[in-house]
């Protein structure tokens, strides 16, 4: 089992540019999240989906979108990047409510 | 007022030392509560759950403190391999599916 993939790995953007983050799981998880992490912050919670079909805000969702395309696919888009969005993007799946998280490798990203 | 606090560290110790630290949470009712384990520039991955009536898992001892709304983490016989950042996590009051990760405490493990 993969677990939970996302590309890419990195990716250098200019502001105002857009771009979608990717992220899979192969564990039949019907919980899905996307977390940024930024330097003395900790992780917070973009998005998420409770299960196929549904999404909802986290903390910090100004400035991004996201689509749960089918039980295994949880993509995230920036319309329109700006610096404040450099930083280290995590899915992240679960089973279910209260259930263990698992995260995928991350991605790199920076707005210049 | 953050939902979940740690002191950053870092915390500088032997090998074979004993380590502990504590994570502080805001919403009493919380239901869920973890501790995750990140390497540098890695993703963080599950360590331990942590329940109410404390639980251990080989050289790792975790424990709940629902009246001061604290977890704690303690490490016994530090090995070098334990150098990282420890995440503590709890669950959202008003939505389960919500987790609130803390900032984490960095551990050096020194020969």
């Known amino acids: 089992n993969a677990g939970v993939t996302q590309t890419p790995k990195f990716q250098v953007l200019k502001t105002g540019q857009s771009m979608t983050l990717q992220c899979a799981q192969d564990?039949?998880?019907?919980?899905m999240y996307w977390y940024r992490q930024d330097p003395g912050m900790g992780l917070r919670l973009i998005y998420y989906?409770?299960?196929?079909?549904?999404?909802d805000k986290g903390e910090v969702p100004n400035g991004y979108n996201v689509s749960r395309l089918n039980k295994r696919e949880f993509s995230l888009r920036l319309e329109s990047a700006a610096p404040s969005q450099t930083s280290v993007y995590f899915c992240?799946?679960?089973?279910?409510?209260?259930?263990?998280?698992?995260f995928g490798p991350g991605t790199r990203l920076l707005v210049l | 007022r953050k939902e979940v606090e740690q002191d950053p560290g870092p915390f500088n110790v032997p090998e074979g030392a004993t380590v502990a630290f504590n994570c502080t949470y805001s919403?009493?009712?919380?239901?869920?509560f973890f501790w995750y384990r990140q390497d540098c520039r890695k993703e963080p991955k599950l360590l331990m759950s942590?329940?109410?009536s404390g639980n251990e898992d080989g050289r790792f001892t975790a424990q709940l403190n629902r009246a001061s709304q604290y977890i704690s983490l303690l490490i016994r016989d530090s090995k070098l391999s334990d150098s990282a950042t420890y995440l503590c996590?709890?669950?959202?009051?008003?939505?389960?599916?919500?987790?609130?990760f803390g900032s984490g405490t960095k551990l050096n493990v020194k020969p």
């Open positions: 992240a799946s679960s089973s279910g409510m209260k259930e263990t998280q698992y």
């Open positions: 564990m039949n998880h019907n919980s």
């Open positions: 989906s409770a299960s196929e079909g549904t999404t």
């Open positions: 919403n009493s009712a919380s239901q869920s």
């Open positions: 942590v329940y109410s």
């Open positions: 996590v709890v669950n959202a009051l008003y939505n389960f599916n919500k987790f609130y």
